[in-house]
């Protein structure tokens, strides 16, 4: 859910100024899924942008506190969210931990990296949201741990029908800075794309799966 639409916009604006975000229609980008997508996200890119980096933790932090108070504890989702997430919980004064996709297979053999009590408050930071797999994961590995997960933050999500779905089902909320449909609304305003091209994004979040066979 987005909370601004001026956060929004101005989110997409900064993340296609600096390429974290690329839209390519006529070039499809192949994820690692080997689906075909006109576009790709890389919102790490962000943390060598010191301005943008601060105003996404700064916006990420105000949100945080809006809507859920002060946690206990804020924690990122490795490896993409460990930066942001860190620095919104500086920005907070608040303790930090981050999530590995599994336990480590040596020494403590941890997942959850850093100090975290049973019964503490977390809310969880992301750099990404696609189908939310990897993410409810994090949320997960915090309830076994016995953590109060409040919800969760991101920066940017693509909106699938499948990612609401997976976060519905478990029961955790989400907010992003921005989504899908404000990149578009922003690409099409700054002419970053056509009107025909915002077509083609569109009808490749209907089907992603599908999209290289049906383009």
Request: proline share 4%.
């Amino acid at each position: 859910m987005i909370l601004k639409k001026e956060t929004a916009k101005k989110t997409a604006e900064l993340l296609l100024q600096i390429n974290a975000i690329k839209l390519q229609p006529q070039n499809p980008f192949t994820w690692a899924s080997g689906w075909k997508s006109p576009i790709y996200c890389d919102n790490r890119i962000t943390l060598s942008y010191p301005q943008i980096r601060n105003y996404l933790r700064e916006n990420i932090a105000n949100q945080i506190e809006l809507l859920y108070g002060k946690p206990d504890v804020i924690a990122g989702v490795a490896t993409g969210a460990i930066g942001i997430g860190m620095l919104v919980a500086d920005f907070l004064n608040l303790p930090f931990v981050y999530i590995r996709p599994e336990a480590k297979k040596h020494g403590r053999q941890n997942q959850i990296e850093g100090k975290l009590d049973p019964g503490q408050s977390v809310v969880v930071v992301e750099d990404l949201i696609s189908t939310g797999k990897s993410s409810l994961m994090a949320v997960e590995a915090l309830e076994q741990a016995e953590a109060n997960v409040k919800g969760m933050l991101a920066i940017f999500t693509y909106g699938f029908d499948v990612s609401k779905q997976n976060f519905e089902k478990q029961g955790i909320d989400l907010h992003t800075l921005s989504d899908y449909d404000h990149l578009l609304e922003q690409a099409l305003d700054t002419r970053y794309i056509s009107e025909k091209e915002k077509l083609t994004l569109q009808t490749w979040r209907l089907d992603p799966e599908n999209w290289n066979t049906a383009n």
